[in-house]
Structures are given as C-alpha cells and as structure tokens.
C-alpha cells in the first residue's frame, strides 16, 4: 500500500512538473502558425510592440530597439497606420512607451501615428488593454521570436485577432535565458487568460484613430 502510494504521489509530481514543458511546446506549435514577416504582413490597422528594458538615459535595450525598428519598417512599407508602444510606466523615473515613441518619432514616425500605452506591465496587460482601453478586435503584434507564440495566444485568447511579426535582428545575449523562461510565462499565461482579471491599470476608452 505505501508503495502504491508513492508511485501515485511520484507519478502526479511528474505530470505537474511536465505540465508547463508539454503547455509550451503546445503554444508554440499552434500559435507559431500565425508568425509572418514585415514583407509578407497583410494590412492592419495597428501595430502592437511590446516593451522591454531601457538605460537611465532613455536608452533603449538592444531587443526594443529592435522591436521598435521592426514595427517601423511595418509602418513605412504601409502594413500599419498606428503604432501602440506598449510597456512599463511604472515609476516617474521608468518610461518604456515613451522612450519607444521617441525613437519612433526620430527615425520619422509621425507623432500623431503612435500612440503610448502606459499599462503595458506585462503581456497579458498589453493584450487586456488593447481589446478593453483601446477597442482593438486585430492587431500585428511585434517583438522577438520566443516571446511571439505567448503574445499571440494571450491576444487571440482576449478577443483580439492577432498575428505576429518576429523582431530578430540579431542574436541576443541571455537567449537561453529567455528561453527558459518562456516555459513558466507560457503557464502563466494559461493561468491569466482563464482567471480573466483587469490588467493592472485601467482607465478610460481610448480611440485610435
């Protein structure tokens, strides 16, 4: 009988542990199908970039930058007619959206063509807030290819039709790291979209035109 027991306690730790590896390896199966290229994006209305680090003097991390050139190259080729820098605001001090705007603005983006997303803490916040602030039902979302398939599932999961255009430009230091993490996000992810909660902040409907 203890035997029988330990096996039964053994066997479900295994599956538990397997769980999020088996989740992600699922996510990036379904959703990696909905991945295209700036060339080949179709016409959409909004671009979505995701935040990422940015340096004390405003700065921005190697994967923004990239993510944020990305959605350019989207907005010159016509693909997209606004750009939604999504990211952290959290402090006076710390301002994603709007070092990502200024750079936009710097490489000739139109001001009136971005706009800033202040609430963007964390994915699942970023896709919350573009079907619920900003009205969003599709959206080309940008960022790099390991983040993409969890970005993709959490938007189509929220109500938003999304595809994805992956902003590799280069190899990234700490790629093994990103991608070890992906497997708790992912899980986590599975977790947020069922509980459903508000993002973070909320706030008024904002249009975007």
């Given at each position: ?132 602030i900003f009205g969003l039902e599709s959206a080309i ?69």
């Open positions: 009988m203890a035997r029988k027991g330990c096996l039964t306690v053994l066997a479900i730790a295994l599956v538990l542990g397997a769980t999020p590896f088996l989740w992600r390896e699922i996510v990036q199966r379904y959703y990696g199908r909905y991945i295209t290229t700036v060339e080949e994006a179709p016409r959409e209305q909004v671009a979505i970039v995701y935040g990422a680090a940015v340096y004390g003097n405003g700065r921005l991390s190697t994967v923004l930058r990239d993510r944020v050139e990305t959605a350019i190259a989207l907005y010159e080729r016509g693909a997209v007619d606004t750009i939604i820098m999504s990211g952290d605001n959290s402090s006076p001090d710390y301002n994603e959206p709007g070092a990502m705007m200024a750079y936009a603005i710097a490489r000739g983006v139109a001001e009136a063509d971005i706009q800033p997303d202040y609430g963007g803490f964390r994915t699942y916040d970023s896709c919350y807030r573009a079907r619920h979302l940008v960022t790099q290819a390991f983040h993409l398939p969890r970005a993709i599932f959490t938007c189509r999961a929220l109500g938003v039709d999304a595809i994805g255009v992956a902003a590799d430009q280069r190899p990234y230091r700490g790629a093994e790291w990103y991608e070890t993490r992906e497997t708790a996000a992912s899980f986590v992810a599975l977790v947020d979209v069922i509980r459903r909660q508000p993002a973070t902040v909320m706030g008024d409907p904002i249009v975007v035109e």
